[in-house]
């Protein structure tokens, strides 16, 4: 994204009742990656660098650098996508062939399934119970709805996925993809 296609969605984000504080800094960036182990892709970088929504639902970075108890929150959040994975495996029969057979015991499976989960694309909180692929490191990730194992794209790029969110259009020159770029595993529901 451009600035100038930045500053529209900003715009729209405040249209649709979105509220926003100073961007991030390089340095808060840096101590993001250290506290989260969080890498932003370079379109979301560039918009949290532009400014930062901190309406409910939202992501506040910079209050987890300044609060425990927010920071514990944003944690319990990037951790979302696998206490979803663990809760599907215990109560609703999922399990993925790729894990090979399913052990008899609770606790072999949740190392089975963590272990496994950390190899896939790391997800970044965006909104809600949507996220953001770490990985690719490149602008252009689909933006997924992830709730347990329910796992639906909810925009083909950040920008597609902030309209499809809040209810507005993008104008033409946003190029949206056609279809999503495909994310290892996250890609496949």
Known sequence: ???????LLIKRLKQSG??????????EL????DEFQVTFPPDLKQFLQATMPVSERFV???????SAKVKQQIEQRINWPLEGMLFDVENNSYWENSWGEKPESA????????????????????YSHRYIPATPNEAGNPVFSVYQMDIIYYGYDLASYFAHEFSFSLPESFEAPEEPKYIEFWGDF
Do not use: C
Not at 18 to 27: K, M, R, W
Not at 30 to 33: D, L, R
């Open 107 to 126: 606790e072999e499976r949740e190392v089975i399934v963590s272990q496994h989960f950390y190899t896939y694309p790391k997800l970044i909180p965006i």
């Open 18 to 27: 979105v509220t926003f504080v100073e961007g991030l800094s390089d340095d």
């Open 60 to 66: 506040n970075w910079r209050a987890g650098l300044n």
């Open 1 to 7: 994204m451009n600035i100038s296609q930045i500053t």
């Open 30 to 33: 840096v101590k993001i990656k």
